[in-house]
């Protein structure tokens, strides 16, 4: 696997002196040749600055960018091999879909006759051939959605960007795009960088995630890594439920740790790299609303009453108070008959294997 | 709830007011269109139905002399002032914030603000001037003075499109590997054709219609059809003027109703 992009100490502060805003703070970042690389993380994070500085829209003010080894950092957007597809779509109102697909290679100098073979090739695979004369005002919003695709792999790029390009549609059309993204990537091995601040659209498309917030980078790695070994609070919030317990330490080992359960029992939860705390200490405990069972209510690790249950289809969510008044969360799959617990009911649950992990606030 | 919300509609005399405000906005015009086919010479009896007034309105070496000179004057005026405006617009929206950039913007558009007798004195002094100082006596000061003056007229609607254009439009070209150059020539430019045309027909009127700076600017034998019949008013009124007037309506309403089909396409 060979590097697409290389960004070494990479920052970007906008304004002046005393106003200066820092938005991205010393990235260092590498994306592999072919992958679906996704940049994750909450608004004014810095996700579409990062995307803005790798196509050449805007200067870092430190630090290089490198696309296929080359040093572009100082190049502008014409002169990279990347290309955008914005959240605006910017399709060129002026011009037909075929027009608008075939600009990049008219700009490139290519034979006409390559650039005709090119974009019939592009409308194929954005299944849009029937529309080729249309102007961008005369398809929906999903077409145009996908003629911005095609616009921006006509040229065959070694790295496609995408801002948010699924945000403005609605969750089926969302949802038949995701996958018809997958596709496109598959089919052209083109790398993809892509921006979201869904997670569920981030975990289920990606190779790899980099969660970002307040200009870093705290958090690399494929989805199941990045959901199932969160490395600090902030990444366990962000992606997916969670449970934060607050528990006391009764003995460390190994990189585990034995933590007391509220109601007198103990279980055992990992510990993250170098983090060895005092026995007798209060450390930030998760756990994943879906990694618990409820049980009869004096078996299992922990008691608790019910307090509310919502019914969310395929599962219902049971929010619990545990005997030591902390809140939890338990998320259980529905079966046919099984009848949902009444409030101030009482119920016993059994925590999943490693399930339970400590983590640095 | 839709009885109870106020409407101007319902206040006492709106209709009277409404009438009123039409029959004088329209009223002497269409007097002065229905005596332009008066048989006789007369302004208020009514002779039969004629075509003469047109048929002696072509037939007039004079007035067709003025009509060409008129219509030269705005076509040649309307463009400069259009490419002039044109470049404005891009210098004063397609840069980043400058200091000065709302100076600039009321410094074009002193034609606007300055009243028109006021710039009409300015310029007969200035060009009196120059004619003395150089013997030249030919149409430039005419150019000169409409073009100055219908530069605000192109230059709002221009400006008014290309702050509509979404910046990410340069930003996707340039991103296309178009250069500044081609991205201008393929996107930018084609996306502002309906404001400059809009612009040009609005020059084009106003330059038609401004009586009162090229009183003061033209040199003897450089009358447009608007001078030229506020001349013939001093002496006689017969229907001639209402027909050539007539005639100056319908190209009015041409050029204007054509300045608001393409403006009204504008979004597409
Ligand atoms: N041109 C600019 N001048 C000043 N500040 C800017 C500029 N562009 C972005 N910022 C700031 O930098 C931060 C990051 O912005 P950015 O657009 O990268 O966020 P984002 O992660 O894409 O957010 P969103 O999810 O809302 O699109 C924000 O706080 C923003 O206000
Ligand atoms: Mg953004």
């Not at chain 1, 490139?108 to 650039?115: F, H």
């Not at chain 1, 003629?147 to 960007?161: G, N, T």
């Not at chain 1, 049971?318 to 009911?345: I, M």
């Not at chain 2, 919300?5 to 009277?16: A, E, Q, Y």
């Amino acid at each position: 696997m060979s590097h697409e992009i290389d960004i070494t100490g990479l920052s970007k502060s906008f304004g002046q002196g005393a106003a200066a805003f820092q938005a991205l703070k010393e990235i260092d970042l590498t994306i592999t040749s072919g992958e679906f690389f996704t940049l994750l993380g909450p608004s004014g994070c810095g996700k579409t600055t990062l995307l803005r500085i790798i196509a050449g829209f805007e200067l870092p003010s430190t630090g290089t960018v490198r696309i296929n080894g080359r040093d572009v950092t100082s190049l502008g957007p014409s002169k990279r091999p990347v290309n955008t597809v914005f959240q605006s779509y910017a399709l060129f109102p002026h011009m037909s879909l075929s027009e608008n697909i075939g600009f990049g290679l008219k700009m490139l100098g290519k034979p006409k006759a390559e650039i005709r073979a090119t974009v019939d090739e592009m409308l194929q695979l954005v299944r849009l051939e029937a529309m080729a004369d249309r102007r961008p005002s005369e398809i929906s919003g999903g077409q145009q959605q996908r003629v911005a695709l095609a616009r921006a792999l006509a040229p065959r790029p070694r790295v496609l960007l995408l801002d948010e390009p699924l945000s403005a549609l609605d969750l089926k059309l969302r949802k038949e795009m995701q996958s018809e993204l997958k596709r496109l990537q598959s089919e052209t091995g083109i790398t993809f960088v892509f921006v979201t601040h869904d997670q569920e659209e981030a975990l289920t498309m990606s190779d790899r995630i980099a969660v970002m917030s307040a200009g870093q980078i705290l958090q690399l790695g494929a989805p199941q890594e990045i959901y199932n070994t969160p490395v600090n609070r902030f990444v366990a919030d962000f992606i997916g439920d969670t449970n934060f317990l607050k528990l006391r330490v009764k003995a460390v080992d190994a990189g585990m740790a034995v933590l007391e359960l509220p109601g007198g029992k103990a279980a055992q939860a990992s510990l993250p790299d170098g983090m060895r705390p005092a026995t007798g200490a209060l450390v930030t405990a998760v756990i994943r609303p879906e990694q618990a069972e409820a049980t009869g209510a004096d078996e299992g690790d922990l008691h608790a009453t019910v307090e509310s249950a919502t019914f969310f289809g395929t599962d219902t969510h049971l929010h619990l108070t545990l005997a030591d008044a902390q809140g939890f969360v338990l998320r259980r799959q529905n079966r046919p008959g099984q009848p949902v617990p009444a409030p101030q009911s009482r119920l016993g649950l059994a925590l999943a294997p490693g399930a339970l992990r400590v983590l640095e606030d | 709830m839709a009885r109870s919300r106020f409407s101007i509609t319902r206040l006492p005399g709106f209709g009277l007011i409404a009438v009123l405000t039409f029959v004088m906005l329209y009223l002497p015009i269409i007097i002065l269109v229905v005596f332009s086919f008066n048989a006789g010479v007369s302004q208020s009896r009514w002779d039969g139905f004629s075509l003469q007034w047109y048929q002696a309105a072509f037939n007039n070496a004079q007035v067709r002399d003025v009509s060409l000179r008129s219509l030269w004057l705005a076509v040649t005026a309307a463009s400069i002032a259009t490419m002039l405006a044109t470049l404005a617009a891009l210098g004063t929206t397609r840069v980043g914030r400058f200091p000065g950039q709302t100076m600039i913007y009321a410094l074009i558009n002193q034609p606007l603000m300055v009243p028109e007798i006021v710039t009409g004195i300015a310029l007969l002094i200035f060009v009196a001037a120059i004619k003395v100082q150089t013997g030249y006596t030919g149409m430039g000061y005419l150019v000169a003075a409409h073009t100055a003056f219908c530069i605000p007229f192109a230059y709002l609607p221009i400006r008014a499109r290309l702050e509509t254009l979404d910046n990410a439009l340069e930003a996707a070209a340039a991103d296309l590997y178009a250069s500044p150059i081609q991205a201008f020539r393929y996107i930018t430019l084609p996306l502002m054709v309906p404001g400059i045309l809009a612009g040009f027909m609005l020059g084009f009127v106003i330059s038609l219609d401004t009586v009162v700076i090229t009183e003061f600017v033209k040199s003897a034998g450089q009358d447009t059809l608007p001078t030229y019949m506020l001349g013939q008013l001093r002496r006689t009124v017969t229907p001639e003027m209402n027909a050539i007037a007539t005639l100056f309506l319908a190209l009015s309403l041409i050029v204007v109703t054509a300045f608001f089909l393409i403006t009204r396409t504008r979004g597409r």
